[in-house]
Each structure stands twice: as structure tokens, then as C-alpha cells.
């Protein structure tokens, strides 16, 4: 019975987050301010991170875990090179 439950579970998780992934992507396609393209940004490489994480759980394997701490890291990195660009104009002083 619990497996059953956590196997709905995550097929639940999986679509939602894909869903949010699509909504992060048309916010920042059409975004109308660059600092909204990179709020979509941020959304969409959180909920990637957290889709390898589902990923990980359904299949067990450790790679999707490790998967999603570098995106993770890589999307904060990039998230905070952004607002710099956005704030300053240049990135590297």
C-alpha cells in the first residue's frame, strides 16, 4: 500500500513540476523587464533541481542527487552574476 502511495506521489510531484517548470520558461521568454527574466531563470533552475531530486527518489540512483546539487550551485552562481550585471553593468570589476 505505501508503495503504491509513494509511486503516485512522485508521478504527482513530477508533472507539477514540470508544469512549473513550463510556467518559469514562458515568464522568462516573455518577461517584460530583464530583472523577470531572471526571476523565470531562478524558478526554472530550482525546479529542475528539485525534478532531479524526484528523479533520484523514483530510480533510487545517487547520480540524480549529486545532479542536483550542481544545479543548484551553478543556478545561484548565475543568478547572482545576473543581478550584479543588472545592477551595475559589468560583472567582473
Do not use: C, H
Not at 514540470?18 to 531572471?38: C, E, N, S, T
Not at 546539487?69 to 567582473?92: D, P, Q, S
Amino acid at each position: 500500500m505505501s508503495a503504491a502511495i509513494l509511486s503516485w506521489a512522485v508521478t504527482i510531484a513530477q508533472i507539477a513540476l514540470a508544469i512549473a517548470m513550463a510556467l518559469a520558461l514562458v515568464r522568462m521568454i516573455k518577461g517584460p523587464r530583464a530583472q523577470d527574466r531572471v526571476l523565470g531563470l531562478d524558478a526554472l533552475y530550482g525546479n529542475a533541481m528539485l525534478l532531479m531530486l524526484v528523479f533520484g527518489i523514483r530510480t533510487g540512483n545517487s547520480l540524480y542527487f549529486e545532479t542536483s546539487l550542481i544545479i543548484g550551485a551553478l543556478g545561484f552562481v548565475a543568478t547572482v552574476a545576473l543581478a550584479k550585471f543588472l545592477m551595475r553593468g559589468e560583472v567582473i570589476e
